[in-house]
């Protein structure tokens, strides 16, 4: 009999199987858009971080699947009073809901509500940690065009130390058999990614013409805290998939962006409204991915 | 009730071992070297064989609120610290003014010493100097610099009023606690589980800039309170040479934990200093061994009474017992080549730190001490109370706190 998945925190906590089991759920959602799997269900929504994409996509997927969602002001909340996080999840939870889909700045914390509650808990980015939605939803959009990702070449550009996307990424492609490479600016790599088999190149032209996608990553501002990068200018020089970079890229190659964008930065419009972007189907899809991932979690309960 | 203590092994005035009998009565101690003869049924016998005692123990612990400092003594002393030194709180920062200073030195433990370092800076801000000299006629004992070391201009302003009162410097832990932006920790396990700490560079670089400015103004002493990267600790070493007077304290957690236990955000392992990889605990081990720290430090917070779970974030440090933290570090000392005046003298303030005798007991001394099991033996299976089950050798054998087996 298959484990029951309770929890979605992170894609390095998943194996191969259980990852193309939320895929293969997801394709079904696509080709079924009526599916109310979960009426009489309520799924809480709690955002710590400003979110468009991602909170909507969550509050969409659990309409779609017949449940309520029951979206928190954070700034509004308890919190504000003084209420620790645990007393008032374990509120949120005695009113009744079936699952909690949480983003807050600081990683771990989804992680440390899947130990103190009983309800299925669904990380949406955690501070440095993961993104596990995005990665699911950047798989199943590859998945989608290339088929079975075992060898397919994926390229992950830009800032990889601060961020969850990326980090979700790795962990669903290795995981997957794919070959993964990351470019971007030196300080903004670890070592550590080695020891997990991807390669690395700080030569975006030389690395561009073998891959088979790019998931170029946001420029995030907001996590550099001034040490990390001298100037935009020079990134997008060195690291921007500009308008001529773009011509040399395979011509079924993908371009992926978890966004925001930041026009003129790490994408120029010409590549990010260009022939090559999946940027749009991946937001489609991040709606089946979440469908998907509250569907397994909270199907068995 | 009396109490007999027999084959433990006990430091003279010469600094010597010797293997001696101690006969305890009323909380003091009534006999060294000899049993009298009482009737069995009203003495209790405990045999300590190849166990050090330690009745002067000290550590360094944060101040708590002047309305917790009984329950706050009474747990530190009942638990085999029994001199200890308070530091300025990074969170109440109490010890910044003279009143607070005399306040604190009303409240006396009845046994063993206490001494208070106050703070460089008014209120824990960074940007205003302490009255420094005030503190220490008030009674400090020397002053603690926190975030001050930050402020370039200001760490030199407080050592050169510092080198002129002549009292001893306490360095607090050379990382900043790991809430608010703090950037990356460049290590491995941070990186997996997205945490934001202090990497070993950072440490290093900070005790590096610090001593360079130190050694310009200043030559009075100073203690670093805990290093745990072992590059911090080899240039303080290297430092010795030509500025005598300094000493490195060590938390012995760090030398047996590492931060691979951290993958499922372990808050019982938050330390300050940050625990690090397993190579750099290594390292730090072979610096442990060569002889480059010179007190071994708890890191421990008896205030915490907090037990609703945190995040690792919202959680601060310090929780570890001092149960454990003498477990550890009997089972280091038991490993390693030191004698036994050595080992005594990791649970010793550095010498320039002391108002107390050395870990000797004598005659009428009150009956408080700590036996700590010291040669190696068959490892055996310890859970922690930091969540962690390890296997150590050496351990406690005995504590006896004013007369009274714990």
């Known amino acids: ?86 007393d008032m999840m374990k509120n949120i939870e005695a009113l009744g809901v079936d699952a909690l889909v949480i983003r807050h700045c600081d990683g771990g914390v989804p992680y440390f509500l899947s130990q103190n509650l009983s309800v299925p808990v669904v990380n949406a980015g955690d501070g440095y940690h993961e993104h596990p939605s995005q990665g699911l939803l950047d798989l199943f959009t590859l998945r989608e065009t290339l088929g079975d990702l075992k060898g397919k070449h994926i390229l992950i550009l830009g800032d990889i130390m ?19 490479t990351v470019s971007g600016p030196p300080n903004l790599i670890p070592s550590y990614v080695r020891s997990l088999g991807v390669d690395v190149s700080l030569d975006l032209d030389e690395i561009l013409p073998k891959v088979d996608a790019v998931n170029v990553l946001r420029i995030q501002f907001e996590r550099q805290h001034g040490i990390a990068l001298p100037s935009m200018k020079e990134y997008r020089n060195l690291f921007g998939l500009t308008k001529d970079r773009q011509m040399l890229l395979k011509e079924s190659a993908m371009v992926l962006h978890p966004g925001p964008i930041n026009r003129g930065v790490e994408l120029d419009s010409e590549v990010a409204d260009g022939k090559f972007n999946v940027i749009l189907n991946q937001v489609e ?17 | 009730m009396s109490i007999a203590v027999v084959n433990g092994k006990l430091i003279n005035s010469e600094n010597k071992v010797n293997v001696q009998n101690l006969m305890i009565q009323n909380g003091k101690v009534t006999g060294v070297g000899y049993i009298p003869d009482e009737d069995e049924s009203t003495i209790s016998i405990f045999d300590i064989t190849q166990s050090l005692i330690l009745p002067n123990t000290f550590d360094f612990f944060y101040a708590p609120d002047i309305r917790d400092l009984n329950s706050y003594i009474d747990e530190i002393q009942g638990s085999g610290i029994f ?30 010493t206490f001494q208070l370092f106050a703070s460089a800076t008014k209120d824990g801000a960074p940007d205003s100097l302490s009255e420094l000299s005030l503190l220490c006629q008030a009674g400090a004992s020397g002053i603690y610099l926190g975030r001050i070391i930050e402020n370039e201009i200001l760490l030199k302003q407080a050592l050169t009023y510092i080198d002129m009162i002549g009292c001893p410097i306490v360095v607090g832990p050379l990382t900043r606690l790991i809430t608010g932006d703090t950037h990356l920790n460049e290590g491995d396990m941070s990186f997996k589980i997205g945490i934001r700490g202090e990497s070993i560079d950072d440490e290093f670089r900070r005790v590096q800039d610090f001593l360079s400015i130190v050694e310009r103004y200043t030559r009075v002493p100073i203690h ?21 007077d300094i000493s490195v304290g060590l938390s012995p957690f760090h030398l047996i934990l590492s931060d691979n236990l951290l993958s499922d955000y372990n808050n019982k392992l938050k330390f300050n200093p940050p625990l690090r990889s397993e190579s750099e605990m290594n390292s730090l081990h072979l610096a442990f061994t060569n002889g480059q720290f010179d007190m071994f430090t708890s890191l421990h917070a008896p205030s915490d009474k907090e037990m609703q779970p945190r995040p690792f974030f919202n959680t601060m440090p310090y929780v570890q017992t001092l149960n454990d933290f003498f477990s550890v570090a009997s089972h280091l000392l038991s490993e390693s080549d030191f004698d036994l005046e050595q080992m005594a003298s990791f649970f010793e303030a550095p010498i320039s730190f002391r108002n107390y005798k050395k870990n000797q007991l004598g005659l009428n001394d009150p009956a408080s001490f700590i036996a700590l099991k010291n040669h190696s033996r068959d490892p055996y299976e310890v859970d922690l109370s930091l969540g962690v089950t390890t296997k150590l050798s050496g351990g406690v054998d005995l504590l006896v706190h004013e007369g009274v087996v714990k």
């Not at chain 1, 009526?34 to 009426?39: G, M, T, V």
């Not at chain 1, 709606?287 to 979690?297: D, N, Q, S, W």
């Not at chain 2, 200890?84 to 006396?108: C, G, R, W, Y």
């Open chain 1, 1 to 86: 009999m298959t484990k029951r998945i309770k929890h979605c925190i992170g894609l390095r906590f998943f194996k191969s199987n259980e990852i193309n089991s939320f895929l293969d759920l997801a394709a079904s959602f696509k080709a079924n858009h009526n599916f109310k799997s979960l009426s009489s269900k309520t799924v809480a929504h709690v955002f710590f971080e400003p979110s468009t994409r991602t909170r909507l996509s969550f509050e969409m997927a659990t309409q779609k699947l017949g449940a309520f969602p029951m979206v928190l002001d954070v700034n509004h909340s308890s919190l504000t009073k003084g209420e620790t996080l645990v």
């Open chain 2, 224 to 244: 670093f309170l805990s290093i745990s990267s072992p590059k911090a600790v080899n240039h303080i070493h290297e430092f010795k040479n030509t500025y005598h």
């Open chain 2, 83 to 112: 001199n200890f030194a308070l530091l300025p709180n990074q969170m109440t920062n109490v010890l910044d003014h003279p009143m607070a200073i005399e306040k604190f030195l009303s409240m006396k433990p009845q046994t063993g």
């Open chain 1, 162 to 180: 601060h961020s969850r996307v990326a980090k979700s990424n790795l962990w669903g492609l290795k995981t997957l058999g794919a070959k993964v």
């Open chain 1, 285 to 301: 899809h991040g709606v089946y991915v979440r469908m998907a991932i509250l569907h397994k979690l909270m199907e068995a309960m």
